[in-house]
C-alpha cells in the first residue's frame, strides 16, 4: 500500500503573537513545528504501513526549512520525503496550495490513500486536504477518527460528526483527513532521528511538478484578504431587573432603541 | 553546564528528557501509589530505542558507552526513579553478558535487550548476603551438560517482570569467593519462581522480589565466562553499573530541585514570594552546586569506563558514594522548602526523598563505596 501523508510547518502556536500594528501572525523568531493535526495523520499513515505493508511518502510545501518538518516525519517512521519548493508558490492560498500538492502527488506516482490533518492551527481553514482530492478526481473522507477496514481497493471508515459519527465505505485510492481522536502519535525512536539526520528529502520547483505557472502562488489564489483583525472583546451583557411584565415592556424599547 | 556531548548523546538525553516530560511526569504519582510496574513506559522506551544506547551496533544497540545510559537513566529519573529503574536495573542484568559473555551469548541475548523486547535482572544479594556479598549461599553443581542451581535471591530489581536473569551462584563453596560462578537464567526455566512483591519506602514503580531456585536446570552454555569467575564478573558489573546508579541519583535530585525552585517563585509568605529571602536563596545554590559538580563527577567518571581504562572502582565508587549523598541532602531540602507541603503526599517531593534514600544503599552502601575507595587509594599508594 502506498500512503501518501500531506503536512505543513506552522508556528508553535503556544507561543505565537500577533502584531498589533499589522494585525498579522509575528512570525519571526518563533519555533516551527509540524502542524499538531498532521501530527496524527503521519501516526495513521505509519500504521497503516505497519498494517498493511507498503510505503509511506511525505509531501509538505514550503520554504526550505520546511525540511526540518520533513525530518521529523521520517524519524517518526515515514521513508521518503518529498518538499515543494518556489518563490513562485509565495502568496498561494487554498485553492493554489492544493493544486501545488496536487500536481506533486501526480508526480509521485501511484498511491493508494492520501492523509492529512483536518486542517492547520495557523489557517485553520480545512480546505487544502479536500481541494487536494477535488484536483486529483478522487474521493475524500474528512475528520475520520477510525480506520476500521482497508484492503487494495476499499476502506471502511468512522467519520465524525458533531452528534456521533457516520461509517463511510470508500473505494481507493481516496483521501482522509483525520482528527485527533484516530491515536496517540507515538515519539520518534533514536534509529528513526539518525535516520532522518542523513535523509536526503526530494526537492521539487514548481518546473519539477508541470504546474501550470498562471495556478500559483498569489496569482493562482482567488482569494483576497481584504483585512485581518482581531475581534473586540466582547462586553458584558445587562440583566434586566425586575417582574416579568416589567422587564418585558422594557426589554421592548431596548430592542426598539437598537432597531433590530 | 556544558558537557561536550556528542551531537548524538544530545539527541539521546533530548528525547529521554521529552519522554520523561510528556509521559513520565504526569503518570509518576500513580506508579508510586498502585507500585504497579509501569510496562506502558517500558514499552515506550522500547519503541524509542533507548534500552540499545549503551549497546554495540553488531547487536541491534546504537553503540555508545555507560555515558549515554547514564544520560537515560538521569533524564528518566527527573520525573521518576522508580520508572527509571525499570530501564536501569536491565542495563545491571544485561552488563555481565557485555562485559563476559562469549560473542555466542551476546548474539542470542543481546538484540532483545537492546530493542526493550526483553527486561534484565542482576542477582547477587541474597537474605545473609549483602555487603558481604562473598558468602552467598545459592549452589549451582555441574552435571553432565547442564548446572542445577539451588538457593533464593533477595530483593532483584525487575524481578518476575525481566526474561533474562544473571545469576551469581557458587560452583565451589569450598573456594568462597572464588568459586562463585555466573549464569544466564531465562524465566520459564523450569524451576525459576518469584517470591512475593516488596513493598517499599521509595522506588515504588520499580518491581523488586525474591528470585527462587529450585533445581533449576541451567544450560553449561549458559554459564558466563568459565567457573569461578562469578565474583570478578559481579566486581567488574558494579564497576561499570555505579555511574548508572549515581546518575538515577543526579536525576532524583534535579528533579526535586526544579521542583522547589519552582515552588520558591510562586509560594507567597510574609507578602513575597520566598524566593526573595535569601534563607531559601542559599539553599538553592548550595542543592544547585551540589547536584552539578555531582552530574560533572558522573559523567567523568562514565567516561572513563568508555575510554576503556583499566580499573575505575575507585572512581565509580566515589560517583556513587557522592551523587547518592547529594540527592538524599537536596531531596530533603527541597522538602524543607516546600515545607508542610512538603510533607503532603499530594505534592511531589516528598516522593523525591523517599526515592533517593535506595541510591546511598542498593549497588554497595555508601559505606562499602568508601571501603572500595579507600582500598584503592592505599592500593596505588604501595604500588608508587
Not at chain 2, 508510586?32 to 506502558?40: L, Q, V
Not at chain 2, 538484540?111 to 549461599?137: H, N, V
Not at chain 2, 555466573?182 to 515504588?204: D, P, S, V
Not at chain 2, 525474591?210 to 570478578?232: F, Q, W
Request: proline share 4%; net charge negative; charged share 25%.
Amino acid at each position: 500500500m502506498n500512503i501518501i501523508v500531506c503536512i505543513k510547518q506552522v508556528p508553535n502556536t503556544t507561543d505565537v503573537k500577533i502584531d498589533p500594528v499589522t494585525n498579522t501572525l509575528i512570525r519571526e523568531g518563533v519555533e516551527s513545528v509540524i502542524n499538531p493535526f498532521d501530527a496524527y495523520a503521519i501516526e495513521e499513515a505509519v500504521r497503516l504501513k505497519e498494517r498493511c505493508g507498503g510505503k509511506v511518502t511525505v509531501l509538505t510545501m514550503g520554504p526550505p526549512q520546511a525540511e526540518n518538518a520533513l525530518r521529523e516525519a521520517l524519524a517518526l517512521g515515514c521513508d521518503e520525503a518529498v518538499l515543494v519548493s518556489d518563490r513562485k508558490f509565495a502568496g498561494s492560498d487554498t485553492w493554489a496550495t492544493s493544486y501545488t500538492l496536487a500536481a506533486a502527488i501526480r508526480k509521485i506516482g501511484d498511491f493508494d490513500v492520501i492523509l492529512c490533518g483536518k486542517q492547520a492551527s495557523d489557517g485553520d481553514t480545512a480546505q487544502v486536504g479536500p481541494g487536494i482530492s477535488a484536483h486529483l478526481d478522487i474521493p475524500q473522507v474528512t475528520y475520520v477518527k477510525k480506520i476500521e477496514e482497508i484492503s487494495g481497493t476499499v476502506a471502511k471508515v468512522e467519520r465524525m460528526t458533531e452528534e456521533g459519527y457516520d461509517v463511510v465505505e470508500t473505494p481507493l485510492p481516496c483521501l482522509f483527513t483525520v482528527v485527533k481522536e484516530i491515536n496517540t502519535p507515538r515519539l520518534p525512536s533514536l534509529k528513526g532521528m539518525m535516520r532522518a539526520k542523513s535523509a536526503k528529502p526530494l526537492k521539487w520547483t514548481a518546473e519539477d511538478i508541470e504546474a501550470d505557472p498562471a495556478a500559483l502562488g498569489l496569482d493562482g489564489s482567488p482569494t483576497r484578504v481584504i483585512k485581518i483583525f482581531t475581534p473586540e472583546q466582547r462586553k458584558g451583557g445587562e440583566m434586566l431587573k425586575g417582574d416579568t411584565a416589567d422587564i418585558s415592556k422594557e426589554l421592548v424599547e431596548l430592542l426598539k432603541d437598537l432597531v433590530i | 553546564m556544558d558537557y561536550l556531548l556528542t551531537e548524538q548523546q544530545a539527541m539521546i538525553r533530548d528525547l529521554a528528557r521529552k519522554i520523561a516530560d510528556e509521559k513520565i511526569k504526569p503518570v509518576a504519582a500513580h506508579y508510586d501509589e498502585t507500585e504497579e510496574f509501569a510496562w506502558p513506559i517500558m514499552k515506550i522506551l522500547a519503541d524509542s530505542d533507548l534500552f540499545g544506547v549503551y549497546l554495540p551496533e553488531q547487536y541491534g544497540g546504537l553503540g555508545g558507552g555507560i555515558l549515554d545510559m547514564c544520560l537515560v537513566t538521569e533524564e528518566l529519573s527527573r520525573a521518576c526513579g522508580g520508572i527509571a529503574l525499570g530501564y536501569a536495573g536491565t542495563g545491571l542484568g544485561t552488563l555481565p553478558i557485555l562485559l563476559y559473555g562469549s560473542e555466542e551469548q551476546k548474539q542470542r541475548f543481546l538484540p532483545a535487550i537492546a530493542g526493550g523486547k526483553k527486561l534484565a535482572a542482576f542477582c547477587i544479594t541474597e537474605a545473609e548476603a549483602g555487603s558481604d556479598a562473598g558468602s552467598i549461599k545459592t549452589t549451582a553443581r555441574k552435571e553432565g551438560g547442564k548446572y542445577i542451581l539451588n538457593g533464593t535471591k533477595q530483593w532483584i530489581t525487575n524481578a518476575g517482570e525481566a526474561e533474562i536473569y544473571t545469576v551469581i551462584a557458587s560452583t565451589d563453596k569450598s573456594k568462597g569467593v572464588r568459586g562463585a560462578s555466573a549464569f544466564i537464567i531465562e524465566k520459564g526455566t523450569k524451576g525459576l519462581t518469584f517470591g512475593k512483591k516488596e513493598k517499599k519506602m521509595g522506588i515504588r514503580a520499580s518491581a523488586t522480589r525474591e528470585v527462587i531456585l529450585t533445581d533449576c536446570e541451567v544450560p553449561a552454555e549458559n554459564l558466563i565466562s568459565r567457573e569461578g569467575m562469578g565474583y570478578i564478573i559481579a566486581m567488574k558489573t558494579f564497576d561499570s553499573s555505579r555511574p548508572g546508579v549515581a546518575a538515577q541519583a543526579v536525576g532524583i535530585a534535579q528533579g526535586a530541585l526544579d521542583h522547589a525552585v519552582e515552588y520558591s517563585r510562586t509560594r507567597i509568605q510574609f507578602g513575597q514570594p520566598i524566593s526573595s529571602f535569601q534563607a531559601i536563596q542559599h539553599m538553592l545554590a548550595d542543592m544547585g552546586t551540589q547536584v552539578e559538580a555531582a552530574r560533572a563527577l558522573v559523567y567523568a567518571t562514565a567516561r572513563m569506563v568508555d575510554s576503556g581504562a583499566r580499573s575505575v572502582a575507585k572512581e565509580s565508587a566515589m560517583a556513587k558514594l557522592f551523587a547518592s549523598d547529594v540527592a538524599m541532602k537536596v531531596t530533603t531540602d527541597a522538602v524543607q522548602i516546600f515545607g508542610g507541603y512538603g510533607y503532603m503526599r499530594e505534592y511531589p517531593v516528598e516522593k523525591y526523598m523517599r526515592d533517593a534514600k535506595i541510591t546511598q544503599i542498593y549497588e554497595g552502601t555508601s559505606q562499602i563505596q568508601r571501603n572500595i575507595i579507600a582500598a584503592n587509594m592505599i592500593k596505588e599508594s604501595i604500588k608508587k
